[in-house]
């Protein structure tokens, strides 16, 4: 069925590191594509998304290319902050009779020190 | 602020209880989600609702139930507690059941004793 596969954590980097986070996905069709982070204590909250092939989503210096041919969207920062320290999920919407449900990897703590 | 309102943030019960949790969805949007978070399984998906009906299921286990009001918030009730249920539950809300991003609460932390 379709699915997320993301890499392990917790990734360590220091402040201004270059950063990836890998995600691949497994899908039937063609679906939306998302990366949530979750700061502690919080809820998820969307950080980015691409809806089709080739649509790269970009937001707070973070992005992340929708590459059919790869069927990956790997999360890219180029200087990371400690601020950046939070726990990332990869995501896609499966379609479940008629409706979809947003299904996420099992997240990627990052941990940035100064 | 995501604009979903759950409550209460904290819970601690005793095993065999029961447990209601609440959730007011983003102005606007129709469809609820819950999930659970556990360390060891992640973020499960339980159950969608839209529009006051059930849309969707996942691994929601049969001592579990919700439902979603005329007024679309939405209460998952948890029944015959075991301490394996202890984890956040989280409670999300979209304006449509499409392929669309999803906007989460701040989450209830049950601790089952």
């Known amino acids: ?114 | 602020d995501s604009g979903v309102t759950q409550t209460p943030k904290h819970l601690i019960t005793a095993t065999g209880q029961r447990v209601t949790l609440r959730c007011s969805p983003r102005s606007g949007d129709l469809s609820v989600y819950w999930y659970q978070q556990s360390l060891d399984q992640g973020l499960q998906f339980l159950i969608q609702y839209y529009n006051g009906e059930e849309r969707a299921k996942g691994n929601i286990l049969e001592r579990f139930s919700a439902q979603q009001f005329p007024d679309l918030h939405s209460e998952l009730n948890l029944s015959s507690l075991e301490l394996g249920d202890s984890a956040l539950y989280f409670c999300a809300s979209s304006v449509k059941v499409m392929n669309t991003e999803a906007f989460f609460g701040q989450g209830t932390r049950l601790t089952v004793v």
């Open chain 1, 1 to 114: 069925g379709d699915s997320v596969t993301q890499m392990e954590g917790p990734v360590t980097l220091s402040e201004e590191a270059f950063l990836t986070i890998n995600c691949t996905y497994t899908a039937t069709g063609y679906p939306s594509l998302f990366w949530y982070v979750q700061y502690p204590g919080e809820g998820l909250q969307l950080l980015l998304k691409a809806t089709k092939a080739d649509d790269k989503g970009s937001n707070k210096g973070f992005e992340a290319t929708y590459r059919k041919e790869t069927t990956s969207f790997h999360l890219e920062k180029g200087s990371v902050q400690v601020s950046d320290s939070a726990v990332y999920f990869c995501a896609l919407s499966i379609r479940s009779g008629g409706s979809y449900i947003p299904t996420f990897g099992r997240g990627t703590s990052l941990i940035v020190h100064p």
